[in-house]
């Protein structure tokens, strides 16, 4: 059985959270499994209560357990790596084994304000899409999609139905519109509350809010904002040192 090393330098704390993500990442304990109680921790492991207490609320700020007030702390279901690339929510959820659906919040057309004129290439006023949608994976909710698309570019998408259905695929099978290049931000950010019931999240819960402009032979042709559940995804990219000179 693993064991704290009390000549390590390494702070026992985070020892017991190395061997408590040992036991997680060998099915041990498995997804949505209880973890031993504080004092269980502290009798098995020779430790205080305080250094306990604080490797699990390492893992549970990191989303690998999760407490349940009343009940106990439990380990969380893993992260979705957030894709940083062109790829539709329905694509991104195949590749992963998953299920993906959507249901309709709202379906109108608006007339662009001069900022979304600018972020659009288009004249203010000229009439945009506003198609706002829920995501789900495996039937659980994970983002709220907000795509703006001007009309000149998808006549008559409105009369199109996008229940469980990718809305790239339908731009580029009815219209020809085939997203090849694009430009994303990415914020931090708390669900508003109408956002939060949605997503099946705590009011204030943490969000991702997702910015991209995404593009087709050179021409903007979607502008889309979603919020992302923080407590399902995470951000994973390659680094690279900078070439030196001289």
């Known amino acids: 059985m693993a064991h704290i090393d009390p000549d390590s330098p390494v702070p026992k704390y985070f ?19 209880a973890i031993p109680s504080e004092r269980e921790l502290c009798q098995r492991f020779g430790l205080s209560r305080m250094t306990v207490r604080q490797a699990v609320d390492h893992l549970v700020s990191e989303g690998r357990l999760h407490r349940v007030p009343g009940k106990g702390t439990f380990v969380a279901r893993p992260k979705i790596e957030l894709a940083l690339q062109l790829t539709s929510f329905s694509d991104d959820m195949r590749a992963r084994g998953m299920v993906p659906g959507s249901r309709d919040l709202d379906r109108r057309i608006v007339r662009a304000s001069a900022h979304l004129a600018k972020e659009l290439g288009i004249q203010p006023g000229e009439e945009v899409h506003f198609i706002e949608r829920l ?50 931000t990415i914020d931090g950010g708390i669900a508003d509350p109408s956002d939060a019931d949605l997503l099946k999240l705590p009011r204030g819960g943490a969000v991702l809010l997702l910015q991209r402009r995404s593009f087709s032979g050179g021409v903007c042709a979607e502008l889309g904002v979603s919020t992302y559940r923080a407590d399902r995804y995470q951000l994973r990219t390659m680094l690279e040192m900078p070439v030196r000179r001289g």
């Open 15 to 33: 020892q017991l959270r190395e061997i408590l993500l040992d036991l997680i990442d060998s099915n041990e304990l498995s997804i949505g499994a």
């Open 135 to 184: 995501r789900t994976a495996d039937g659980e909710p994970l983002s709220i999609e907000r795509a703006h698309i001007p009309v000149k570019l998808a006549p008559g998408l409105a009369e199109h139905d996008l229940s469980d259905k990718s809305l790239y695929e339908l731009l580029e099978s009815r219209y020809g519109l085939v997203m090849d290049a694009g430009e994303l």
